[in-house]
């Protein structure tokens, strides 16, 4: 593994296991065996290296998503696979470090979400725009419309005054959410399709 690659996963192993603000650049350096001199050749500071791991997160998430949107067999299919992936992304977080994140790099985190609202939104409008095209979802749709509606209560799912962590199970909230999501836009042979791909519900997601 090259070392800037090791440098983005044993920080974000130490953020998400300690936190963000706990965890100096010291510890990440002496954790991976290098020396601080080599960690400041591929980051500039600790703020650099936050963004650098979103970005690499980001990159992944969209080939995920890519290859989720050619292998679906319909739009149903493509929502569960995506609803599956959003989860297990959601147990690898840390309340922790998420509140980190929000409190002490503001910057990085509101530069990444804007970031991944305006993907979440282009992906979402892309599978109302094939459900509506294969009559798994009401033809009656206004695709940006909806796909605005999906991404303000993606944030509301994460807000934690509403949902805090310390009384919701971010998992339970996710499945509840998509089987709104998708339970408010099909049709008829949609909700058939639902039952026949997950007998109804999103229990077994791995």
Request: glycine content about 6%.
């Amino acid at each position: 593994m090259e070392t800037k690659d090791r440098i983005l996963e044993g920080a974000e192993t130490l953020f998400m296991r300690y936190g963000i603000k706990s965890v100096t650049m010291d510890d990440i350096a002496r954790e991976l065996g290098i020396s601080k001199k080599t960690l400041y050749q591929h980051v500039s500071n600790k703020n650099d290296l936050i963004g650098q791991i979103f970005g690499c997160r980001m990159d992944e998430e969209r080939e995920e998503m890519e290859a989720i949107h050619r292998e679906a067999t319909d739009a149903i299919d493509e929502l569960l696979h995506i609803a599956k992936s959003v989860i297990r992304r959601l147990r690898k977080m840390s309340p922790a470090a998420l509140f980190d994140l929000k409190k002490y790099h503001s910057a990085e985190w509101k530069a990444f979400e804007t970031h991944h609202q305006n993907f979440i939104y282009q992906m979402i409008k892309r599978n109302i725009e094939r459900g509506m095209e294969q009559g798994v979802f009401r033809t009656n749709l206004n695709p940006d419309i909806i796909s605005k509606l999906y991404v303000g209560k993606t944030s509301l799912v994460a807000d934690e005054d509403l949902f805090p962590l310390s009384e919701y199970n971010l998992e339970e909230l996710f499945r509840q959410y998509i089987l709104y999501h998708i339970h408010g836009i099909a049709s008829m042979k949609g909700r058939q399709l639902l039952s026949e791909h997950m007998d109804g519900t999103l229990e077994n997601i791995d």
